[in-house]
Protein backbone atom coordinates (compact mmCIF):
# COMPACT_ATOMS: atom_id res chain seq x y z
CA UNK A 1 0.00 0.00 0.00
CA UNK A 2 1.56 3.32 -0.77
CA UNK A 3 0.06 6.91 0.37
CA UNK A 4 -0.62 10.02 -2.13
CA UNK A 5 -0.53 13.51 -1.19
CA UNK A 6 -2.62 15.78 -3.55
CA UNK A 7 -2.16 19.70 -2.12
CA UNK A 8 -4.48 22.56 -2.21
CA UNK A 9 -2.74 23.36 -5.85
CA UNK A 10 -3.29 20.08 -7.13
CA UNK A 11 -6.87 19.99 -6.64
CA UNK A 12 -7.86 23.85 -7.46
CA UNK A 13 -10.21 23.43 -10.60
CA UNK A 14 -12.28 20.46 -12.37
CA UNK A 15 -9.23 20.04 -14.50
CA UNK A 16 -6.74 19.77 -11.15
CA UNK A 17 -9.57 17.06 -9.52
CA UNK A 18 -9.19 15.09 -13.70
CA UNK A 19 -5.74 15.05 -13.05
CA UNK A 20 -5.51 13.54 -9.56
CA UNK A 21 -7.67 10.70 -11.61
CA UNK A 22 -4.80 10.48 -14.37
CA UNK A 23 -1.74 10.48 -12.30
CA UNK A 24 -3.64 7.36 -10.14
CA UNK A 25 -4.30 5.49 -13.15
CA UNK A 26 -1.08 6.46 -14.29
CA UNK A 27 0.41 5.31 -11.03
CA UNK A 28 -1.28 1.58 -11.92
CA UNK A 29 -1.33 1.35 -8.18
CA UNK A 30 -4.42 -0.39 -6.61
CA UNK A 31 -3.49 -0.17 -2.60
CA UNK A 32 -3.45 3.61 -2.27
CA UNK A 33 -4.49 5.77 0.32
CA UNK A 34 -5.33 9.41 -1.71
CA UNK A 35 -5.04 12.04 0.95
CA UNK A 36 -5.98 15.80 0.20
CA UNK A 37 -6.03 19.33 1.43
CA UNK A 38 -8.88 21.77 0.75
CA UNK A 39 -9.04 22.83 -2.73
CA UNK A 40 -6.73 26.18 -4.07
CA UNK A 41 -7.24 29.01 -1.25
CA UNK A 42 -10.91 27.38 0.47
CA UNK A 43 -8.55 27.23 3.62
CA UNK A 44 -8.29 30.88 3.66
CA UNK A 45 -11.70 31.51 2.80
CA UNK A 46 -12.74 29.74 5.87
CA UNK A 47 -10.26 31.15 7.82
CA UNK A 48 -11.76 34.93 6.96
CA UNK A 49 -15.18 33.57 7.18
CA UNK A 50 -14.13 32.25 10.60
CA UNK A 51 -12.18 35.88 12.13
CA UNK A 52 -16.42 37.39 10.72
CA UNK A 53 -18.37 34.89 12.67
CA UNK A 54 -16.62 35.86 15.74
CA UNK A 55 -16.84 39.64 15.08
CA UNK A 56 -20.76 39.24 13.94
CA UNK A 57 -19.45 40.28 10.85
CA UNK A 58 -22.27 38.97 7.86
CA UNK A 59 -20.44 36.07 5.79
CA UNK A 60 -23.65 34.50 3.94
CA UNK A 61 -21.98 35.89 -0.13
CA UNK A 62 -18.62 34.33 1.60
CA UNK A 63 -20.24 31.23 2.45
CA UNK A 64 -22.60 31.14 -0.49
CA UNK A 65 -19.22 31.59 -3.22
CA UNK A 66 -17.51 28.84 -1.42
CA UNK A 67 -20.97 26.58 -1.77
CA UNK A 68 -21.01 27.78 -5.68
CA UNK A 69 -17.47 27.00 -6.38
CA UNK A 70 -17.58 23.89 -4.97
CA UNK A 71 -20.60 23.01 -6.36
CA UNK A 72 -19.68 24.43 -10.10
CA UNK A 73 -16.87 21.67 -9.78
CA UNK A 74 -18.22 18.27 -8.58
CA UNK A 75 -21.05 19.22 -11.24
CA UNK A 76 -18.22 18.97 -13.66
CA UNK A 77 -15.79 16.25 -12.48
CA UNK A 78 -19.30 13.94 -11.68
CA UNK A 79 -22.03 14.99 -12.57
CA UNK A 80 -24.44 12.26 -12.76
CA UNK A 81 -23.37 11.31 -8.62
CA UNK A 82 -26.25 12.07 -6.85
CA UNK A 83 -25.25 10.64 -3.36
CA UNK A 84 -21.70 12.90 -3.61
CA UNK A 85 -24.00 15.81 -4.68
CA UNK A 86 -26.18 15.30 -1.60
CA UNK A 87 -23.22 14.83 0.64
CA UNK A 88 -21.77 17.75 -0.77
CA UNK A 89 -25.46 20.11 0.11
CA UNK A 90 -25.37 18.00 3.46
CA UNK A 91 -21.66 19.01 4.83
CA UNK A 92 -22.33 22.87 3.49
CA UNK A 93 -25.70 22.56 6.09
CA UNK A 94 -23.32 21.22 8.55
CA UNK A 95 -21.48 24.23 8.07
CA UNK A 96 -23.96 26.75 8.14
CA UNK A 97 -25.97 25.74 11.07
CA UNK A 98 -22.48 25.70 12.98
CA UNK A 99 -22.22 29.64 11.92
CA UNK A 100 -25.94 29.80 13.41
CA UNK A 101 -24.45 29.13 17.20
CA UNK A 102 -23.17 31.64 19.12
CA UNK A 103 -19.33 31.75 19.59
CA UNK A 104 -17.79 30.85 22.91
CA UNK A 105 -14.38 31.78 24.62
CA UNK A 106 -12.69 28.96 23.08
CA UNK A 107 -11.86 30.44 19.74
CA UNK A 108 -9.23 28.19 18.59
CA UNK A 109 -11.88 25.08 19.36
CA UNK A 110 -14.57 27.20 16.84
CA UNK A 111 -11.82 27.29 14.21
CA UNK A 112 -10.90 24.06 13.51
CA UNK A 113 -14.76 23.17 13.74
CA UNK A 114 -15.38 25.28 10.37
CA UNK A 115 -11.83 25.33 8.64
CA UNK A 116 -11.77 21.77 8.53
CA UNK A 117 -14.52 21.62 6.03
CA UNK A 118 -12.45 22.78 3.30
CA UNK A 119 -11.17 19.08 3.88
CA UNK A 120 -14.06 17.29 3.73
CA UNK A 121 -15.75 19.29 0.87
CA UNK A 122 -12.43 18.45 -1.65
CA UNK A 123 -12.08 14.82 -0.53
CA UNK A 124 -15.95 14.30 -1.41
CA UNK A 125 -15.46 15.88 -4.95
CA UNK A 126 -11.96 14.13 -5.38
CA UNK A 127 -13.91 10.85 -4.70
CA UNK A 128 -16.85 11.31 -6.66
CA UNK A 129 -14.53 12.07 -9.45
CA UNK A 130 -12.04 9.33 -9.33
CA UNK A 131 -15.13 6.48 -8.87
CA UNK A 132 -16.78 8.08 -12.12
CA UNK A 133 -13.62 8.22 -13.77
CA UNK A 134 -12.57 4.55 -13.53
CA UNK A 135 -10.57 4.06 -10.45
CA UNK A 136 -13.19 3.36 -7.85
CA UNK A 137 -12.22 4.48 -4.14
CA UNK A 138 -13.85 4.32 -0.89
CA UNK A 139 -14.36 7.76 0.98
CA UNK A 140 -12.42 7.87 4.64
CA UNK A 141 -13.15 10.39 7.66
CA UNK A 142 -9.45 11.22 8.50
CA UNK A 143 -10.97 11.69 12.06
CA UNK A 144 -11.47 8.64 12.72
CA UNK A 145 -8.23 7.58 12.00
CA UNK A 146 -6.11 10.15 13.44
CA UNK A 147 -7.17 10.73 16.91
CA UNK A 148 -5.25 13.70 18.64
CA UNK A 149 -4.98 15.85 21.84
CA UNK A 150 -7.00 18.54 22.29
CA UNK A 151 -4.50 21.36 21.45
CA UNK A 152 -6.44 22.96 18.49
CA UNK A 153 -4.88 24.66 15.51
CA UNK A 154 -1.76 22.73 16.51
CA UNK A 155 -3.35 19.13 18.11
CA UNK A 156 -0.44 16.80 18.44
CA UNK A 157 -0.85 13.13 17.43
CA UNK A 158 -2.26 10.56 19.86
CA UNK A 159 -0.07 7.54 18.18
CA UNK A 160 -1.36 4.61 20.40
CA UNK A 161 -5.03 6.05 20.24
CA UNK A 162 -4.59 6.47 15.70
CA UNK A 163 -3.18 3.05 15.82
CA UNK A 164 -6.15 1.80 16.96
CA UNK A 165 -8.34 4.13 14.60
CA UNK A 166 -5.98 2.55 11.85
CA UNK A 167 -6.86 -1.46 12.76
CA UNK A 168 -10.41 -0.13 12.85
CA UNK A 169 -9.72 1.37 9.50
CA UNK A 170 -8.03 -1.97 8.13
CA UNK A 171 -10.74 -4.11 9.29
CA UNK A 172 -13.51 -1.88 7.62
CA UNK A 173 -11.70 -0.33 4.22
CA UNK A 174 -12.29 -2.24 1.25
CA UNK A 175 -9.61 -5.11 0.60
CA UNK A 176 -8.69 -5.41 -3.18
CA UNK A 177 -8.26 -2.82 -3.79
CA UNK A 178 -8.26 -1.22 -0.98
CA UNK A 179 -8.35 2.48 -2.77
CA UNK A 180 -9.66 5.21 -0.41
CA UNK A 181 -9.67 8.83 -0.38
CA UNK A 182 -9.31 10.62 2.70
CA UNK A 183 -9.00 14.33 4.39
CA UNK A 184 -5.40 15.88 5.28
CA UNK A 185 -5.04 18.08 8.02
CA UNK A 186 -7.62 17.17 10.54
CA UNK A 187 -8.58 14.80 13.23
CA UNK A 188 -10.26 14.31 16.18
CA UNK A 189 -9.83 15.60 19.88
CA UNK A 190 -10.33 12.95 22.68
CA UNK A 191 -14.34 14.51 22.91
CA UNK A 192 -14.73 13.88 19.44
CA UNK A 193 -14.48 17.07 17.86
CA UNK A 194 -12.33 18.11 15.05
CA UNK A 195 -8.89 19.37 15.08
CA UNK A 196 -6.20 20.60 13.24
CA UNK A 197 -3.00 19.67 12.79
CA UNK A 198 -1.76 23.18 11.67
CA UNK A 199 -1.73 25.31 8.94
CA UNK A 200 -0.31 23.18 5.56
CA UNK A 201 -0.48 20.33 7.83
CA UNK A 202 -1.72 17.48 5.02
CA UNK A 203 1.61 16.36 4.36
CA UNK A 204 2.32 15.30 7.93
CA UNK A 205 -1.44 13.46 7.59
CA UNK A 206 -0.06 12.01 4.50
CA UNK A 207 3.13 10.69 7.23
CA UNK A 208 0.58 9.59 9.53
CA UNK A 209 -1.21 7.22 7.97
CA UNK A 210 1.90 5.70 6.27
CA UNK A 211 3.20 5.22 9.55
CA UNK A 212 0.10 3.61 10.95
CA UNK A 213 -0.69 1.48 7.95
CA UNK A 214 3.02 0.55 6.97
CA UNK A 215 2.75 2.03 3.55
CA UNK A 216 5.91 1.34 1.05
CA UNK A 217 5.96 5.01 0.55
CA UNK A 218 4.43 8.47 0.45
CA UNK A 219 4.42 10.71 -2.72
CA UNK A 220 3.42 14.20 -2.56
CA UNK A 221 2.08 15.82 -5.68
CA UNK A 222 3.38 19.35 -6.37
CA UNK A 223 3.69 21.81 -8.39
CA UNK A 224 7.06 21.90 -8.47
CA UNK A 225 9.32 19.28 -9.74
CA UNK A 226 11.03 18.20 -6.55
CA UNK A 227 12.73 20.23 -3.43
CA UNK A 228 15.59 22.42 -4.92
CA UNK A 229 18.72 23.52 -3.31
CA UNK A 230 17.29 26.55 -3.24
CA UNK A 231 14.16 28.93 -4.27
CA UNK A 232 13.47 29.50 -7.98
CA UNK A 233 12.08 32.73 -7.19
CA UNK A 234 15.48 34.05 -5.75
CA UNK A 235 17.77 32.26 -7.18
CA UNK A 236 18.22 31.57 -10.62
CA UNK A 237 20.24 28.64 -11.34
CA UNK A 238 18.87 26.11 -9.29
CA UNK A 239 19.32 22.17 -9.07
CA UNK A 240 16.71 19.64 -7.79
CA UNK A 241 17.94 17.46 -5.30
CA UNK A 242 17.16 14.15 -6.27
CA UNK A 243 18.20 12.15 -3.57
CA UNK A 244 18.63 13.30 0.36
CA UNK A 245 18.44 11.66 3.45
CA UNK A 246 15.81 12.76 6.01
CA UNK A 247 18.08 14.00 8.21
CA UNK A 248 19.13 16.62 5.73
CA UNK A 249 15.60 17.24 4.57
CA UNK A 250 14.48 17.47 8.18
CA UNK A 251 17.42 20.39 8.68
CA UNK A 252 16.62 22.06 5.09
CA UNK A 253 12.83 22.40 6.38
CA UNK A 254 14.42 23.19 9.92
CA UNK A 255 16.20 26.13 8.34
CA UNK A 256 12.77 27.48 6.52
CA UNK A 257 13.05 25.45 3.13
CA UNK A 258 9.03 25.02 2.57
CA UNK A 259 8.71 22.44 0.37
CA UNK A 260 7.30 19.57 2.90
CA UNK A 261 5.78 20.44 6.20
CA UNK A 262 8.35 19.96 8.60
CA UNK A 263 7.13 17.10 10.73
CA UNK A 264 6.40 15.02 8.57
CA UNK A 265 9.91 13.39 7.93
CA UNK A 266 9.91 11.86 11.51
CA UNK A 267 7.31 9.20 11.38
CA UNK A 268 8.52 8.31 7.62
CA UNK A 269 11.94 8.35 9.32
CA UNK A 270 10.96 5.67 12.10
CA UNK A 271 10.04 3.01 10.32
CA UNK A 272 12.20 3.76 7.10
CA UNK A 273 9.00 4.83 4.54
CA UNK A 274 10.92 6.38 1.80
CA UNK A 275 9.20 9.87 1.05
CA UNK A 276 9.16 11.36 -2.64
CA UNK A 277 7.75 15.24 -3.64
CA UNK A 278 6.94 14.97 -7.40
CA UNK A 279 5.18 17.23 -10.30
CA UNK A 280 1.63 16.47 -10.50
CA UNK A 281 2.11 18.80 -13.79
CA UNK A 282 5.13 16.09 -14.82
CA UNK A 283 4.19 12.57 -13.70
CA UNK A 284 6.63 11.02 -15.57
CA UNK A 285 9.64 13.09 -13.92
CA UNK A 286 11.50 11.11 -10.86
CA UNK A 287 11.32 14.44 -8.89
CA UNK A 288 13.02 13.57 -5.36
CA UNK A 289 13.87 11.01 -3.04
CA UNK A 290 14.09 11.15 0.74
CA UNK A 291 15.21 8.46 2.37
CA UNK A 292 18.25 6.74 4.29
CA UNK A 293 21.43 8.29 3.84
CA UNK A 294 22.91 6.33 0.69
CA UNK A 295 26.56 7.33 -1.07
CA UNK A 296 24.23 8.62 -3.79
CA UNK A 297 22.78 11.40 -2.22
CA UNK A 298 22.80 14.87 -3.82
CA UNK A 299 25.46 16.92 -1.72
CA UNK A 300 25.28 20.17 -3.76
CA UNK A 301 25.13 23.48 -1.82
CA UNK A 302 21.42 24.55 -0.60
CA UNK A 303 20.71 28.27 -0.11
CA UNK A 304 17.61 29.10 2.10
CA UNK A 305 16.23 32.88 3.05
CA UNK A 306 14.33 33.76 5.37
CA UNK A 307 13.70 37.86 4.65
CA UNK A 308 11.41 40.17 7.01
CA UNK A 309 14.05 38.96 10.00
CA UNK A 310 14.37 41.34 13.03
CA UNK A 311 17.79 41.03 14.88
CA UNK A 312 17.56 41.77 18.41
CA UNK A 313 20.23 42.46 20.91
CA UNK A 314 19.43 41.99 24.58
CA UNK A 315 22.06 43.77 26.98
CA UNK A 316 22.03 43.23 30.75
CA UNK A 317 20.73 47.19 32.06
CA UNK A 318 23.76 47.05 34.78
CA UNK A 319 26.29 45.68 31.89
CA UNK A 320 26.33 42.62 33.82
CA UNK A 321 27.75 39.49 31.95
CA UNK A 322 25.06 37.49 29.65
CA UNK A 323 25.20 34.37 31.99
CA UNK A 324 22.60 31.28 32.54
CA UNK A 325 20.40 33.36 34.75
CA UNK A 326 19.73 36.33 32.81
CA UNK A 327 19.49 34.00 29.67
CA UNK A 328 17.09 31.34 31.14
CA UNK A 329 14.45 34.63 31.77
CA UNK A 330 15.18 35.62 28.20
CA UNK A 331 13.90 32.29 26.88
CA UNK A 332 11.08 31.99 29.19
CA UNK A 333 10.19 35.41 27.57
CA UNK A 334 10.31 33.99 24.02
CA UNK A 335 8.66 30.52 25.00
CA UNK A 336 5.81 32.53 26.30
CA UNK A 337 5.14 34.88 23.90
CA UNK A 338 5.34 31.77 21.11
CA UNK A 339 8.01 33.61 19.48
CA UNK A 340 10.51 31.22 17.64
CA UNK A 341 14.37 31.55 17.28
CA UNK A 342 15.79 30.91 14.28
CA UNK A 343 19.22 32.14 14.99
CA UNK A 344 21.24 33.29 18.47
CA UNK A 345 24.16 34.19 19.18
CA UNK A 346 25.70 36.02 22.35
CA UNK A 347 28.99 37.83 23.56
CA UNK A 348 29.81 39.04 27.06
CA UNK A 349 27.43 41.60 27.54
CA UNK A 350 24.97 41.07 24.57
CA UNK A 351 22.51 38.09 23.33
CA UNK A 352 21.36 38.50 19.67
CA UNK A 353 18.37 36.50 18.03
CA UNK A 354 17.21 36.70 14.93
CA UNK A 355 13.40 36.12 14.63
CA UNK A 356 10.11 36.81 12.09
CA UNK A 357 9.14 40.00 12.55
CA UNK A 358 5.71 39.64 13.39
CA UNK A 359 3.30 41.32 15.65
CA UNK A 360 3.94 39.32 18.74
CA UNK A 361 8.16 39.80 18.00
CA UNK A 362 7.25 43.42 18.14
CA UNK A 363 5.45 42.88 21.73
CA UNK A 364 8.34 40.64 22.56
CA UNK A 365 10.61 43.36 22.74
CA UNK A 366 8.37 45.47 24.23
CA UNK A 367 8.57 43.35 27.16
CA UNK A 368 12.38 42.85 27.28
CA UNK A 369 12.60 46.67 27.13
CA UNK A 370 11.59 46.46 30.65
CA UNK A 371 14.41 44.96 32.05
CA UNK A 372 16.72 44.95 29.56
CA UNK A 373 18.74 47.25 26.90
CA UNK A 374 16.89 45.79 23.55
CA UNK A 375 18.28 47.21 20.38
CA UNK A 376 16.98 45.61 16.74
CA UNK A 377 17.88 46.04 13.33
CA UNK A 378 14.75 45.55 11.36
CA UNK A 379 14.55 44.08 7.57
CA UNK A 380 17.35 41.85 7.79
CA UNK A 381 17.84 38.49 5.59
CA UNK A 382 18.83 35.11 7.16
CA UNK A 383 20.55 33.17 5.07
CA UNK A 384 21.43 29.63 5.51
CA UNK A 385 23.63 27.71 3.04
CA UNK A 386 24.30 23.96 3.81
CA UNK A 387 27.00 22.20 2.25
CA UNK A 388 28.36 25.60 1.42
CA UNK A 389 31.99 26.52 -0.42
CA UNK A 390 33.83 29.33 0.01
CA UNK A 391 33.41 30.11 -3.93
CA UNK A 392 29.70 30.33 -3.26
CA UNK A 393 29.59 32.18 -0.29
CA UNK A 394 31.97 34.85 -1.89
CA UNK A 395 29.31 35.19 -4.86
CA UNK A 396 26.21 35.20 -2.32
CA UNK A 397 27.27 37.86 -0.11
CA UNK A 398 29.25 40.46 -2.61
CA UNK A 399 27.11 42.79 -2.22
CA UNK A 400 25.82 42.34 1.43
CA UNK A 401 26.74 43.78 4.85
CA UNK A 402 26.62 40.84 7.33
CA UNK A 403 26.23 41.23 10.68
CA UNK A 404 26.25 37.83 12.11
CA UNK A 405 27.89 34.82 10.62
CA UNK A 406 28.27 31.63 12.01
CA UNK A 407 29.77 28.57 10.25
CA UNK A 408 29.79 24.98 11.24
CA UNK A 409 31.19 21.98 9.11
CA UNK A 410 28.36 21.45 6.98
CA UNK A 411 26.23 24.69 7.70
CA UNK A 412 27.15 28.09 7.08
CA UNK A 413 24.86 31.06 8.28
CA UNK A 414 24.38 34.93 7.87
CA UNK A 415 22.44 37.41 9.35
CA UNK A 416 22.57 40.08 5.73
CA UNK A 417 21.16 43.83 5.50
N1 LIG B 1 -5.74 23.07 3.75
C1 LIG B 1 -4.80 23.27 4.81
C2 LIG B 1 -4.05 24.56 4.61
O1 LIG B 1 -4.21 25.19 3.59
C3 LIG B 1 -3.86 22.13 4.97
C4 LIG B 1 -2.90 21.92 3.82
O2 LIG B 1 -3.07 22.48 2.75
O3 LIG B 1 -1.95 21.16 3.98
O4 LIG B 1 -3.33 24.96 5.48
MG1 LIG C 1 -3.66 24.22 1.53
Redesign the pocket.
Known sequence: MKVFKF??ASVKNAEGVRNVADVVKRSGLDDLVIVV??MGK???ALEAITWAWLDGRPLNEAVDALEKAHGDILLEVAPEDRTAHVRLGDEFRAMRALLGGKPTKNIDRHYDQI?SF??MWSSIIVQAHLNAAGVASAWWDARAVVRTDARYRAAGVNWEASAKGAEQFLANAPKSPLRVVTQ??IGSAPDGSTT????????F?AAIFAYLLNAESVTIWKDVAGMFNADPHVFPDTKLLERISYREAIELSYFGASVI?PRTLQPLQRKNIPLYVRSFLDAAAEGSTISEATDRDTLVPSFIVKAQQLLISITPRDLSFIVEENLSAIFKVFAERNVRIDLMQNSALAFSVAVDDTPRSRELIQELGKDYQVRYNEACQLITVRHYDEKTLDQLLKDKDVLIEQRSRTTARFVVK
Open positions: GGSATTNVGEGFTLGREGSDSH
